[in-house]
């Protein structure tokens, strides 16, 4: 596991991508708190903030204004997914292997994603 990883608590095991979403570091329980409150009683453990890379376009060249979007990761409890799994889509969160899959098969050697957060689904 990379230095870059945040290890997650025990059950913690589904990890969620938010984007286009700003917790910041002194906001990290009142994130959690609004997971809990938004979905239910659902159970969030904040991971860390990314910005993505720029996109590319066929030719491999990156696309001018993309890349830049702070996304938040974080994991749901394993007892908590069914009853987050549909709300989540009303906000775009997505299932972080789901992210990375179709990633995968659009452009199989790049991603906008760190490499690092690979390590989360394994």
């Known amino acids: 596991m990379s230095d870059r990883i945040k290890k997650r608590p025990k059950d913690f095991e ?13 906001k990290i329980k009142k994130f959690e708190k609004f997971i809990a409150d938004e979905f239910n009683g659902t159970r969030a453990k904040y991971l860390e903030e990314i910005k993505t890379a720029p996109d590319r376009d066929r030719d491999g060249f990156h696309v001018s204004e993309t890349g830049g979007r702070n996304d938040v990761i974080f994991a749901i409890h394993i007892a908590d997914v069914p009853k987050f799994a549909a709300a989540r ?27 690092h957060l ?5």
């Open 14 to 26: 589904q990890v969620c991508v938010w984007p286009g979403t700003i917790v910041g570091g002194d």
């Open 89 to 115: 889509l009303a906000y775009g969160i997505r299932w972080l292997e789901d992210v990375l899959d179709n990633e995968r098969r659009a452009s199989p050697d790049y991603s906008i994603y760190p490499p």
């Open 118 to 122: 690979k390590e989360y689904c394994a």
